[in-house]
């Protein structure tokens, strides 16, 4: 009977998650959301299973996390098998805006750093500490987090990607945080690490482009042109089914023994983003 835990459960990635993860009747499938209602109805109408539990969640608010990993223990009688920190702030404001064209804003800089930081690294570190003794208790042992390819050094430095930084840097920042769970936890036999879902058709991607200046529509024109060069095969973003089948198909792959422990992947289980 395995368990999941899903942050971010409400839309996107993290609600297909909740589909895709529910279709095993012997799951038991936990999302953790800001909006409990509004999901708890989504789910009845467009699922519609009872493996499906939906719980308040606010990566902000480490009081909301705290109740939610004791709620998820009255339901799983105290495991829980897998760990997916999906939910994350995705900044419109700096989407397609380097950090120094904001030097005339810098309390909107500020903001957005903060906001970016709070959820994105703060938020998963108390995350990770309130779900800990029940991923102990699990079988699996496994944490995941969902990270971003435009948080790996070596592709943003070879694309030259000048944008996105607040929310960039707060993704290269959460993925060291899970090689030091890592360094910490792999004793135990638990597996931390972080994986891309690659470019994917959901409110993330569509709060980066909507509503644009002219300057953030050149930008963003420029970056899909570098994720051109980069990839020659990438015609565009692929829907959260495909992404979710095949992060599942790698987190069911990985482990501590084939050397995954603190690794940084794609949805292909690579270093190849897109
Ligand atoms: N889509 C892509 O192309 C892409 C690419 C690379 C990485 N990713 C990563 O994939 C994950 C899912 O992204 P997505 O595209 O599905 O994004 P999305 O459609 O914007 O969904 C983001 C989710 O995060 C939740 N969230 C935001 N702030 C939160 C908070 N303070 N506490 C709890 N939940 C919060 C949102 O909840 P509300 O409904 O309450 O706002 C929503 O459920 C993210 O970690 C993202 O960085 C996505």
Redesign the pocket.
């Known amino acids: 009977m395995p368990s999941y835990v899903i942050?971010?459960?409400?839309?996107?990635?993290?609600f297909e998650f909740l589909r895709q993860l529910s279709e095993d009747p012997a799951a038991v499938v936990i999302g953790?959301?800001?909006?409990k209602d509004a999901t708890e109805k989504r789910v009845s109408s467009e699922i519609g299973r009872s493996n499906i539990h939906i719980l308040h969640?606010?990566?902000?608010d480490y009081k909301s996390l705290k109740k939610a990993a004791e709620d998820t223990a009255k339901i799983t009688g105290g495991s829980l098998d897998y760990l997916i920190a999906?939910?994350?702030?995705?900044s419109g404001k700096s989407g397609f805006l380097t950090f120094n064209d904001l030097a005339d804003d810098p309390e909107g800089l500020e903001e957005d750093l903060l906001k970016s930081f709070k959820?994105n690294v703060v938020?998963n570190i108390h995350l990770f500490n309130y779900f800990l003794p029940l991923i102990r208790k699990g079988e699996a042992k496994k944490v995941i987090s969902?990270?971003?390819?435009i948080a790996d050094y070596d592709l943003v430095r070879d694309i030259e990607l000048d944008t996105s930084g607040a929310y960039t840097t707060s993704?290269a920042a959460l993925n060291l945080a899970v090689v030091e769970y890592h360094a910490q936890f792999h004793n135990e036999g638990i597996l931390f690490f972080s994986i891309?879902?690659?470019?994917?058709a959901?409110?993330?991607?569509n709060?980066a482009t909507d509503n644009k200046s002219e300057k953030e529509l050149e930008n963003s024109q420029k970056m899909f042109g570098k994720f051109a060069k980069y990839a020659p095969h990438f015609k565009g973003?692929i829907t959260?089914e495909e992404s979710v089948k095949l992060v599942m198909k790698v987190i069911y792959n990985a482990s501590l023994e084939r050397g995954d422990g603190g690794s940084f992947v794609s949805h292909l289980g690579t270093r190849q983003w897109l």
Not at 57 to 60: A, C, H, I, S
Not at 146 to 149: D, L, N, Q, V
Not at 202 to 205: C, E, L, S, V
């Open positions: 942050t971010g459960a409400s839309r996107g990635l993290g953790l959301v800001r909006n969640g606010d990566l902000e999906n939910g994350a702030f995705i959820t938020g969902i990270s971003t390819g993704k891309s879902p690659g470019v994917v959901t409110d993330g991607q709060v973003p959260p």
